[in-house]
């Protein structure tokens, strides 16, 4: 039945360059945006932005365990960026963990190839391809499940930058996402770029470590581009196109916190 209903969907080929070039832009007024953020005096975390009193009370219940997470839109001259037969999704997330310290946390982070035992079932396979310094090239497999099950196999950009003793931050950029049809299976492939069903075309991830009041604060900034959901097809679509990317972020952290807080971040450097 699923794969009969995929085969209705229409191609998105010829709508995959004008949807990249949306969300190019989109990514250029975002990263300067952020760029200000993370010099000295800006709002380093979400929460730095807000009224005296709403920001004391986001940090009390950040500390006290609580999850932020948040929508955002990127405008242009105060309109919304136009993604024709595409939808650009923009996540922000946060939480406190207690007891670590900022170079435990970045060890956990840049540890890819043990993520898939960490964040499981969502990471299947995680592998760091090169690295070099603060730069790493990661390959990874996820597994979203929403209605259908979608597995994709994508490659990622990664560099870290250390702003000062208490501060980090890192960039995360896609190079290749491909749907994989048949996961599993003896004739299992990767469907080619822009001939998928457009489940995720393209995601940045931009992390944000401060370390204060006895933890580690982690941020993370998800953008990612899908194709817009088919008429007549949202009841299967839908679901999985505007709830993945906000219920991936909040597992992301949700896990990160919990791995820590377990005790088994007690690992040695590698």
């Known amino acids: 039945m699923l794969a009969a209903v995929l085969m ?3 191609n998105v080929s010829q709508s995959h360059s004008a949807a990249n070039q949306a969300f190019d832009h989109y990514i250029q007024l975002t990263e300067a945006r952020l760029a200000g953020e993370t010099a000295r005096g800006g709002a380093f975390l979400r929460v730095d932005s807000l009224a005296s009193a709403e920001r004391d009370a986001a940090y009390t ?9 948040e ?4 405008l242009d001259h105060g309109q919304a960026i136009a993604c024709s037969g595409c939808m650009i999704h923009h996540w922000a997330g946060v939480v406190f963990i207690p007891g670590v310290t900022l170079d435990q946390v970045l060890r956990l982070m840049q540890d890819y190839d043990h993520q898939a035992e960490i964040y499981a079932p969502e990471v299947m396979r995680a592998k760091t391809q090169s690295h070099s310094g603060d730069e790493f090239h990661v390959l990874m497999r996820f597994r979203h499940t929403k209605i259908m099950t979608v597995v994709l196999d994508t490659e990622h950009e990664v560099r870290y930058e250390r702003l000062d003793p208490a501060r980090a931050a890192s960039r995360g950029v ?3 996402v491909q749907e994989v049809e048949n996961p599993g299976m003896t004739n299992e492939r990767d469907l080619p770029e822009g001939e998928d069903n457009g489940f995720l075309w393209r995601i940045n991830s931009y992390w944000r470590y401060w370390e204060r009041d006895g933890g580690v ?7 990612s581009l899908t194709r817009d959901i088919p008429v007549g097809l949202g009841w299967i679509a839908g679901p999985f196109v505007e709830s993945v990317p906000r219920e991936s972020l909040t597992f992301t952290l949700e896990t990160t916190r919990k791995h820590f807080l377990a005790g088994q971040h007690t690992l ?3």
């Open 8 to 10: 209705l969907m229409p």
């Open 217 to 223: 604060y982690v941020q993370c900034e998800s953008v």
């Open 71 to 74: 929508p955002l839109a990127t």
């Open 61 to 69: 219940a950040l500390r006290g365990g609580e999850l932020r997470i």
């Open 174 to 176: 896609s190079t290749r």
């Open 268 to 270: 040695e450097k590698r």
